[in-house]
């Protein structure tokens, strides 16, 4: 059935190194996707979102990118900082599936 | 800044006893999200609604789990029996529209069964 998964459980990152967190989903009929970040002991919060008839989108200091031909979404966020550890998951929204997510550590 | 609110965030209860949640999502918004999360596992989606109407429930064990949304503001989630395999985050989010947009989520009930 159609999934959305992450590639990488953990990823550790230095302080002001750039991250570089995967997704891949399998519903090539998907439109709409969206990046969220969940501290611990909180619910997600959004962070981005993308259509289907976009390659890129920008925010502060997150870009995600969107590459249809072999379903794989990327949230980059430039000069990690320690308040930037949590579990990212993406998420595809118009059947409102998870992925399992990726934890990122950011190492002071 | 309007916030979804849960309650209680946190409950404890003996496997086959009732228990039930409630979420009072962000004023105006029509859709209200219920999700279960297990530890290590994204949410998962237990039910949809718009307004008062269920969207979506095909994901919602309806031997046990029930849902409503009234007047088509707050909502309850029931689990009756709960059983040893719920112990999990329920989550609640709220959005404008249920087809694409940001959902705002709820801090969550942790619930743990024993």
């Known amino acids: 059935g159609e999934s959305v998964g992450l590639h990488l459980p953990t990823l550790s990152v230095q302080e002001g190194d750039n991250s570089i967190i995967n997704c891949a989903y399998s519903n090539s009929a998907s439109d709409y996707f969206i990046w969220y970040k969940q501290e611990s002991g909180k619910g997600p919060q959004f962070i981005i979102d993308?259509?289907?008839?976009?390659d890129k989108r920008q925010g502060q200091r997150v870009t995600v990118l969107l590459n249809k031909t072999v379903k794989h979404l990327s949230l980059q966020i430039a000069a990690t900082q320690p308040g930037d550890s949590a579990v990212y998951f993406c998420?595809?929204?118009?059947?409102?599936?998870f992925g399992a997510g990726t934890i990122l550590r950011v190492k002071s | 800044e309007a916030e979804v609110a849960q309650s209680p965030r946190y409950k404890i209860t003996e496997k086959s006893q009732a228990v039930a949640f409630w979420c009072d999502p962000i004023?105006?918004?029509?859709?209200l999200y219920w999700y279960r999360q297990i530890l290590g596992q994204g949410p998962e989606l237990l039910v949809q609604f718009q307004d008062e109407s269920v969207v979506d429930d095909s994901q919602l064990p309806k031997d046990r789990f029930s849902a409503e949304r009234l007047k088509g503001v707050d909502s309850t989630l029931k689990i009756q029996p709960a059983e040893l395999g719920d112990s999990a985050m329920y989550l609640c989010a709220s959005s404008l529209t249920g087809f694409t947009g940001e959902q705002y989520f709820g801090p969550g009930t942790r619930l743990t069964v024993t």
């Open positions: 998420a595809e929204n118009s059947k409102l599936v």
């Open positions: 004023s105006g918004h029509a859709t």
């Open positions: 993308i259509r289907s008839n976009m």
